[in-house]
């Protein structure tokens, strides 16, 4: 019996592993990073260890390491979480070997199914669908691209030991495929350390959806059946729901036993689950299993009324599995939105920096939280940038949809920017409303999920920021127009400074004798009073009393509205259309990273596109190409080089 285990993971996912590991009443032991020392998985577990440096590969991927703590603890069961060593089949081995049950399946089941080409050779055997493709042994780059040729472009080229969307290419055309042959073998060499490739033909609308399975260690499994992850950037999920909608009960049981057959060709034990892409015409093809429990997990707790981590540690006792398959049943409908750090409107880049403020939804039985963070915490550039996961559950899809629209817009996360008020527009669009479910849902829909409809007037906007600063009393932003004549309990004029959208706003207002305020507005005089209590700003104007959560740093205030978070920049930083101008031939890094590859040198002209630096951060490469035709006249870096973000890369001499 298992009564004491280490969780090799951090954030989230090890307070989740914590949280049915108390319920039960197993001891925790947390391990940590330097990065990690105040984390909320630190504080939760009884016990919390130091691994080592932030940087995972000397902490939450030093195998040895976190084997020779357990030892040391006398732990007897290791819960791997997702991502680091979930699916690192010698780390199950030596926790094997010293006794130590990992919390997943045998090292064999993750060695068949953690390399995307043996795991399709596998499920061939099985007969499993697969999506049309090679999957061999096979590198060589015209090979490839022959190959590519005979699928049919478009093509998708996908690293073998890939992951979370990384070393993965479209290509559209044969005279591209080269270029990304290149980019997804070095991102793929990067992050995995190996650049085995395989290309797939492309399917353009097909829905991700994967099944839940669960086997234990005599021979019995169950599928707790499906979840739909089509929407996604990046190839990386942000809003998963169960059950799929519109799937028939006939098509939910084949797909579940497609599944189960995957897992059984493997001796799977453990949660698992296979992914497919499923096809308008309703066929479905194997895309790859992931040995491990899955960030989504949560959505399928809520519609069987299962705790998976629970059943994870009852199969790590060789238990049998908690229930059979016909005592399984799907209750009402669930989604996840992933709060991510992370800039929607800059290609989704990671944003790392402090959580000033975070206020969440209240939790109920119908609302979760996973997160792994509180205010005050960092999102470091070390790990991956989620910030918590919001899952909800009611009796149909239309009704839960709600309930997530209304807890995003009481999250309220400051300090760094977040993906939150777009999940907002996605959750509210006609597509998403509609189930219109593919996974090219964000690039089709990239114009119903503007999301301007809900978006204030400016007159309105305005009020509010005033409002803001004037309660923030930030002197620097509020000029008294005059001071020298300045007479208490008379009304006196002032300009309140602010910035938002990185519009620089000055507005003329009147101090009245009772702390109110006349501001002008173009649409006219308003009156307004302003006060603010710890958490929420009070805003009353002829139309009654508003009252908004609100946040502030030094930089920034930050007020939560009906259509998302407004941010307010306080001071505002020095206008020169010079500094504008000198910045307009230049190749700017968009974040911190390093320099992978460098494709020009001074000298040279460059067409519009062309392919300029390639800068990696977070692991993820970005292509930085030329805005326009010209002549590069300067590169400022060279390969290898660490960058921080808005550093001058090239500078770039437009040619007409
Ligand atoms: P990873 O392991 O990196 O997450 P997956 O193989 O799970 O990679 O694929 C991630 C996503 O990429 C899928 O959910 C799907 O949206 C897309 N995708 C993968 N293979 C294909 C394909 N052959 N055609 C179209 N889209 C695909």
């Known amino acids: 019996m298992i009564n004491k285990i280490l969780i090799a993971n951090r954030g989230e996912i090890a307070c989740r592993v914590i949280r049915s590991a108390k ?261 479905f093809y194997f895309m790859e299993m992931n040995t491990r429990l899955q960030v989504e997990h949560p959505v399928t707790e809520f519609i069987t009324g299962e705790d998976l981590v629970e059943w994870q540690l009852s199969v790590a006792n060789n238990e049998v599995l908690p229930k059979t398959q016909s005592e399984l049943n799907i209750t009402g409908h669930a989604f996840e939105a992933r709060i991510y750090a992370e800039d929607p409107n800059n290609e989704f880049l990671p944003s790392t920096g402090r959580l000033v403020k975070i206020l969440e939804p209240e939790g109920s039985a119908s609302v979760r939280v996973d997160t792994g963070v509180i205010s005050g915490d960092e999102v470091s550039i070390y790990y991956d940038p989620m910030i918590a996961k919001l899952i909800v559950h009611s009796d149909s899809r239309d009704k839960a949809l709600a309930v997530l629209i209304r807890c995003l817009k009481q999250y309220m996360v400051c300090g760094v920017t977040t993906n939150i008020d777009y999940l907002i527009q996605v959750a509210s669009s006609v597509p998403f409303q509609q189930a219109q479910l593919t996974t090219d849902f964000i690039e089709r829909h990239a114009d119903a999920l503007k999301g301007t409809e809900n978006t204030p007037h400016l007159s309105e906007l305005s009020l509010l920021c005033a409002s803001a600063v004037i309660s923030v009393s930030s002197e620097a932003n509020v000029i008294s127009e005059n001071q020298n004549n300045f007479r208490l309990n008379h009304s006196h004029a002032s300009i309140v400074k602010f910035e938002i959208n990185q519009q620089a706003l000055e507005l003329k207002q009147v101090a009245l004798k009772d702390g109110s305020f006349e501001l002008a507005l173009p649409t006219g005089n308003t009156w307004y009073k302003a006060h603010r209590d710890a958490n929420n700003l009070y805003v009353t104007t002829q139309s009654g009393t508003g009252s908004y959560a609100i946040a502030e740093n030094h930089e920034h205030i930050w007020i939560q509205m009906e259509y998302g978070t407004l941010c307010i920049t306080k001071v505002l930083p020095d206008y020169g259309t010079d500094a504008d101008e000198a910045h307009a031939g230049d190749i700017i890094a968009p974040m911190n990273g390093t320099i992978v590859d460098i494709m020009v040198q001074a000298g040279q002209t460059v067409e519009k596109d062309d392919l300029l630096v390639i800068v990696e951060a977070m692991k993820m490469e970005h292509s930085l190409r030329a805005p326009y035709s010209g002549l590069v006249k300067e590169c400022f870096v060279n390969k290898g080089d660490l960058v921080d973000g808005s550093d001058i890369l090239v500078s770039l001499e437009k040619q007409e």
């Open 23 to 283: 319920k039960l009443g197993v001891a925790t032991v947390a391990v940590y990073s330097d990065a990690d020392i105040h984390a909320q998985h630190v504080q939760l577990a009884d016990e919390a260890i130091h691994l080592g440096p932030a940087v995972a590969s000397q902490s939450y991927l030093n195998g040895d390491l976190i084997i020779e703590k357990a030892i040391s603890l006398g732990v007897q069961g290791i819960h791997p979480g997702y991502g680091f060593l979930s699916e690192n089949a010698s780390f199950a081995e030596k926790c094997a070997k010293h006794n130590i049950v990992f919390i997943g399946p045998s090292a064999d089941a993750i060695r068949a199914m953690g390399s995307k080409s043996a795991a399709k050779t596998i499920m061939q055997e099985a007969n499993v669908p697969l999506v049309p493709g090679y999957h061999g042994s096979n590198q060589h780059p015209d090979f490839l691209r022959d190959k590519a040729n005979e699928i049919g472009y478009p093509v998708l080229l996908k690293a073998a030991a890939g992951g979370g969307g990384k070393g993965m290419r479209q290509v559209f055309a044969d005279k591209e495929f080269f270029d990304a042959l290149n980019a997804a073998k070095r991102e793929a060499k990067n992050s995995f350390d190996d650049d085995l490739m395989l290309v797939e033909k492309y399917l353009t609308e097909p829905r991700h959806v994967e099944i839940q399975v669960f086997c234990d260690n005599h021979g019995n499994g169950v599928y707790l059946f499906e979840r739909d992850c089509s929407v996604q950037r990046r190839h990386q999920k942000i809003i998963e729901e169960a059950p799929a909608p519109g799937l028939s009960e006939s098509l939910r049981k084949e797909m579940g036993e497609a599944a189960l057959k995957a897992a059984f060709a493997i001796n799977y034990t453990g949660a698992g689950t296979v992914e497919f892409l499923l096809d308008s015409d309703g066929s």
